[in-house]
Structure formats: C-alpha cells, structure tokens
C-alpha cells in the first residue's frame, strides 16, 4: 500500500515554472507517474518513472519542458515544470503502480491532486 500526497502547483504565467512534489508513504511500487485533467478533458498521462532503475518516458507536449525525478531518501516524487504553457492547465495528480512495464501499467494508486493555472 502506498498513500499519495501532492503539493506545489499554483498559477503562473506562460512561460513560468513550477516544481509539483509528491510525498509517498507505505510500499512504494516499481512505476510512479504524474498525470493531469483539465476540464472537459480526459485524463492524460505526462510523465512515468521507474523507481528501480529512473528510466523515464514523457508525453511528446511537455518533452524538453518538464523533469520528472524521486529522491528515494525523502519518498519524494518530482515534476519540475518549466516553459508552461496555458495549455498545461490542469488538475495534477500523482500516481502508482506495481508493474514490470510501467509506460501501459495501470495505477492503482492516487493522489487528491494540485491545481496549475498557466496564464496568457
């Protein structure tokens, strides 16, 4: 089990950053990723991890913009986000799964979510 608390979004203007922390607590499983919904919209995926080996995949609009990272020390999963854009708007949330391939995992585990605003 692992219990998911993220933090750090806030409203920013384009071309902005923010750093978006998520604290785990219990078992951490072999993928964590960072997801997002905006309204109106479906959830989409913006960044996975594996926490064993750090391989990352992103999706192709927050490519060279966005970092995803964990600091095993302090259970701590990352998404630092530079350039922002109105379009990253959106509901954030943190997520888990156990999983060997963690690009298709399903995550069974959530955060509540922290809201970014990009303005114009």
């Known amino acids: 089990q692992v219990q998911l608390v993220e933090s750090g979004g806030g409203s920013v203007q384009a071309g902005g950053s923010l750093r978006l922390s998520c604290v785990a607590s219990?078992?951490?499983?072999?993928?964590m990723g960072w997801f997002r919904q905006a309204p109106g919209k479906g959830r989409e995926t913006v960044a996975r991890i594996y926490t064993s080996n750090r391989n990352t995949h992103y999706t192709d609009t927050v490519k060279g913009r966005f970092t995803i990272s964990l600091d095993n020390a302090k259970n701590t999963l990352y998404l630092q986000m530079n350039s922002l854009k109105p379009e990253d708007t959106a509901m954030y949330y943190c997520?888990?799964?156990?999983?060997?391939?963690?690009?298709?995992?399903?995550?069974?585990?959530w955060g509540q979510g922290t809201q970014v605003t990009v303005s114009s």
């Open positions: 997520a888990a799964a156990s999983s060997p391939f963690c690009f298709n995992a399903m995550y069974n585990h």
């Open positions: 219990g078992y951490i499983p072999n993928c």
